[in-house]
C-alpha cells in the first residue's frame, strides 16, 4: 500500500469536526453588510480621525463590494468642505471637531460618492481628536459620529479614553454600530 492509497479515516474526522463547530457570532460589520444586502442599500463612509479604519472593516465582510460603495478620507480640514460639502464658514468658525461637521461629513458622502443611476443611502462619518495632543485645545478623545439615510441624520458625541490607537479603534466600532443601530 503507497501513501497515496493509505486512508485511516483522520481526514474525515477532522472535516466532520471542524464542519460541526457552531459559527462564530457575525462581527457588527458583518452584520451592517447584511442589513444592506437585506435592503438593498449602499453605503459610503466619511472619515477623518479613523483615517480609513472603518471602510477597511467594512470591506474586509465577504460580499462587501455589492453595497461599499466607497471612502473618502478627508483628514485635512479644506477636504471637508470641498469633497464632502460641510460648511466652510463652520468649519473656520468652529473648526473640524463638531457634531455639525459629523452630520454634514455624513450626509455629503452620500452626494459625493453616487454616481448615475447609483444612489449611496446611507452614509456614515467619523470626526475627533485621537492625540495625543490636541490642536484646538478640546480633551483628546472628543469625538463625533455621525449616519445619514433617507430617514434622516444621526448624530452621537463621544469622550473615549485610551491612547490614539485606541480612541481610534473605538470609534471605527462605536459609528458601524451606530449605523447598524440606524437601519
Sequence with gaps: MTDIDAHDGSADAEETLVRSR?????SDAARLIARLDDLGWRIGV???LTGGAVTAQLVAVPGASAHVQGGIVAYATELKATLLGVDAEVLALHGAVQPKVARQMAE???????LPGVEVQVGIAT???????SPDGQP?????IAVSTPLG???ESLQLD???D????ETVRRVIRLALDAL
Design 140 to 144: 483628546v478623545g472628543t469625538v463625533h
Design 127 to 133: 470626526t475627533g481628536i485621537a492625540g495625543p495632543t
Design 108 to 114: 455629503g458622502v452620500r452626494g459625493a460618492l453616487a
Design 22 to 26: 457552531p459559527a462564530a457570532p457575525a
Design 166 to 169: 485606541g480612541i481610534r479603534a
Design 46 to 48: 466619511a472619515e477623518s
Design 162 to 164: 485610551g491612547d490614539r
Design 153 to 155: 441624520t444621526r448624530v
